[in-house]
Structures are given as C-alpha cells and as structure tokens.
C-alpha cells in the first residue's frame, strides 16, 4: 500500500519538469519543497536549446521565450573605459532541425513560475513548508519521514533539491566532480537607473 507512486523532493526546475512529465502520463506523486514559498530573487538565468526543445515538449516553449530574452550584448568596463562586444553566444538562425538554437536569458524564478502554472493547469501543485527529514526502504516500498512529522509511503522517491541534496545524503551517495570553491560568486538584485538593462556589463578589473 503506497501513499503515492513517486515522491519528489525539490521544487526548482528539476522536480518540476518531472512532476510535469509524471503527471501527462498519469503517474500518482507528491512534490515537496522544504521553503515556505517560492523563491523570488536571481538564480539561474540561462536556458539551453535543448532545455527549451523539453519545454516545447511540455507546452510551455512559448510562455518561457516570452518571459526572457536573447542573451544581450557585452560590455567592458576598464577604468574610464567603456567597450561595446559582440552578443554572447553569437546569434543563429532557427530551423525546422532546430527550432532553438540560442541561449535565452531568463530568471529562474520566471522559469519556475511558468512550470508551476503548467502543473497548476493539469491538476497538480507543490506542497510548500515540506522537507525531507530520513527515509527507509525495503525493496518493495520507501517510507520517508517529513519535516511536518508525517511519514508518507512512496514507491519511488526522487531527489531533485540540488547541490545539497539531503536525499543523496541520506543515501550516502557520493556527489560527483568537484565544487568551485576557488572561483567564488556573490548574486545581488539591485536597482541601477543609470546603466543599459539589455546590455551584459562587466568590470573585469573590479
């Protein structure tokens, strides 16, 4: 007796997509995510082509090229110095072979908002304030225990809460390749009035 077919941990892009999936296909699951609701400041920013050809899969291509942008043009900032560069990526013309062939520029949590709208549209949502806290299993079931102290029977569970993943640690799975720790980064989301928004800038020397 399962309390779902598959348990999903990680309500970001990952555990989304799979609850979209698992949900066309009719396939009984729970998402949950250990934050009280969604995050709204800068993450991830950049989608692949063929991250959007799975989106256009999903039904959601449009509503993400709507959202962002081509990845803009860069900008050198070298003391008094101010040097336009050529778009990142550089610039390709789609194909009927390839519908997406650019990088597209879109926060994260825009990317995010548009899949919980498409899980909202085939019945499903994401039970926020729930993390995963341990789990059991046997071969034939898994039994997690949750952070709101319920214990919920999955036939499968699926770890999807990124880097830190407690899934992976509880299971004691190694995280593979190695973290940059010698190549720091701080993320800020701040107001500027004076620089141009569709412009990459960087300050190489700062």
Known sequence: ??????????AGPTGLTLA???????????LIEVAEKPFG???GKGVQPRTLEVFHDLGVA??????GMPYPRLRVHLGLLS?????MGGWHESSESIPYPNLWLVPQHRTEA???ERLAELGHDVKFGTGFESLTQDGQRVTVRLSTGESLIAKYVVGCDGGHSTVRKALEIRLEGKPLSDEPSFVADVEISDLDHATWHVWPLA
Request: net charge positive.
């Open 114 to 116: 548009i899949l919980r």
């Open 41 to 43: 400041g800068s993450r």
């Open 1 to 10: 007796m399962y309390d779902t077919e598959v348990l999903i941990v990680g």
């Open 62 to 67: 449009d509503r993400i090229v709507s959202a």
């Open 83 to 87: 040097l336009p560069l050529g778009p």
């Open 20 to 30: 979209i999936e698992l949900a066309r296909r009719g396939i009984a699951f729970q």
